[in-house]
C-alpha cells in the first residue's frame, strides 16, 4: 500500500478512535468515489466505513442534531457551518429548500454552501437557485450541476497529479486536497475534461507558492 493510504487510513483511525464518526464518513466516501483505489486500501476503507456508520447509529440514539438543529448552525461560525453542511448533505434536502435556498441567496461561507450545492446536484433537485459567493451571484438548477465526484476535468487532473507526485506522497496528497477545495469552490461549474491539464497546472503552482 503507498504512503497516500496509509496517512488516509491513519487519519480515518484516528478520527473513529476520536468518536468523530461524521467527519470519519466524510472521508471515507470521498476517498471511496475515487476513480482508482487499491484493492488493500478499498477493503480497509470498507471496514472502516461499517465501523463509521456504527458510531454514527450509536450518535444517533443518543440525539443526533436534528434538522431544525443544523439548519440553525448554517448561520453560525465557519466550522459550525461547515459541520452543519456536512451533515446536511447526508439528509433529504427536498424537506428544507426554502431554508436552503435563504441560506445560499446570503453570501454564506464558499465552502460550506458547497458542500450544499454539491449535495443539491448529487440528490438531481430540480429547482433554481441563486447562490452569492463572495459578492458575485450564480443563478443554476440543481440537476444541471455536475457532482464534483462525477466531474472529468478532476478526475484526470487527480490521476495526472498522482502521477507527477508519485515519489513524493506527502506532496501528493497536498495536491489532492488543493485540488479537490478547487473542484468544491468551482461549483456551480465543474472542470471538463480537456481542462484537466490547466487545471493540474494551477493546482501544482499553488503547491509551490505554498512550499
Known sequence: MNTYYEEILAEIRQMLKDQQAEEAYMMIMRELKMP???EEAEKELRELY???IWQKAEKKEVGEPDLEELLRRLKGKPQSQLAAAGMLAERNLRACLPQIRDYLAKDPLPEAAAL???ALAEQ???E??????????YTFWADDVTPVNQSEGFHLA???LQK???KEPSLCQMARSLLIHEAYLYLPLSYEEDEAEVLTAMIRRELEEMM
Open 116 to 118: 450544499i450545492v454539491d
Open 36 to 38: 482508482y483505489i487499491p
Open 50 to 52: 461499517r465501523e463509521a
Open 124 to 126: 438531481q433537485i430540480p
Open 128 to 137: 433554481e437557485f441563486v447562490w452569492v459567493k463572495n459578492g458575485v451571484e
Open 158 to 160: 487527480d490521476q495526472m
Open 164 to 166: 507527477m507526485y508519485e
